[in-house]
């Protein structure tokens, strides 16, 4: 999902907090506009209770080329590079479980543009998937960062630099004891145990996989989340046998690429 508007292009980084093109149904916006929000996700049959002011989340693992944007003499990939690397706002993003970016030109004399930065995270979790899992997407920030241009110059110095912190997102997640018989059969298999043992996991969602598949129809999906990273694990687990039929690596990592080249990656460096 690309969200543009005019003038403007607002690219939502923001993963899938339940995994990347497995057919799962969760939901795909969540808008929190003031209050309490609450959402039901499908993957663990749990209920999540947020609050959160004036804030979006656009939950989506596509990725996607785009060309070089020039409106005003400037381009995208150049004020990215400059707002992105600043050193104040890798402090914000350096660890973060994701962030967002929207640039847009807010001046022509002399030309300035803004590059606003939605951050979500880190993110801490406790618990396992026996009881229940918490987790605290532990600091939200809005971050606006501004460079200045002066054509034709490739120089974008940064001019200003604000952010606005919120507190963070929670979330629960708890399984069923049909969903924790296919989540034990599936962190007891050998490939599994090597994935949850290279660094902090948490089970992100245990699920039937539709009964029409060939292949893997009446297993069950269970998906493992690197806690402090991109990178997933999905399990398919036939029930019936209690053995895991299948493994592949994933990652939730969102790249955008630009025509000349440079990339940009949420989480950053993945």
């Given amino acids: 999902m690309i969200i ?3 003038g403007v292009t607002a690219v939502y980084l923001y993963p899938s907090l339940a995994g990347a093109g497995n057919g799962q149904t969760s939901a795909t916006s969540t808008i929190f506009s003031g209050g309490v929000a609450s959402t039901t996700s499908s993957r663990a049959n749990t209920t999540t209770v947020t609050a959160l002011s004036n804030f979006t989340v656009s939950y989506f693992t596509t990725s996607y080329s785009t060309t070089t944007f020039t409106a005003g003499g400037w381009q995208e990939w150049a004020v990215l590079n400059a707002t992105l690397g600043y050193y104040k706002t890798q402090w914000y993003i350096h660890n973060a479980w994701n962030y967002t970016f929207n640039v847009q030109q807010t001046g022509s004399s002399p030309v300035l543009v803004s590059d606003i930065i939605e951050v979500i995270g880190p993110l801490s979790v406790s618990g396992n998937w026996t009881t229940q899992y918490n987790l605290n997407y532990t600091r939200i920030s809005e971050l606006n960062v501004t ?19 919120s507190t963070g997102i929670n979330e629960t997640i708890q399984f069923n004891s049909t969903q924790q018989k296919a989540i034990s059969t599936a962190v007891a298999n050998g490939t599994v145990k090597a994935f949850m043992g290279q660094s902090p996991t948490f089970v992100d969602a245990a699920w039937l996989f539709p009964a029409g598949n060939k292949t893997f129809g009446g297993d069950y999906v ?4 690197q806690v402090n990273g991109p990178k997933t694990l999905v399990a398919f687990v036939n029930t019936s046998t209690n053995q895991v039929v299948s493994t ?18 949420s989480p950053w460096g993945s």
């Fill in 147 to 165: 460079v200045q241009y002066s054509p034709p110059s490739n120089y974008y110095p940064v001019i200003g630099f604000s952010s606005h912190n």
């Fill in 222 to 225: 269970v998906e493992i989340f």
């Fill in 4 to 6: 543009l508007t005019a």
């Fill in 248 to 265: 592949y690596n994933s990652t939730r990592a969102i790249r955008v690429c630009f025509s000349n080249g440079p990339c940009f990656s």
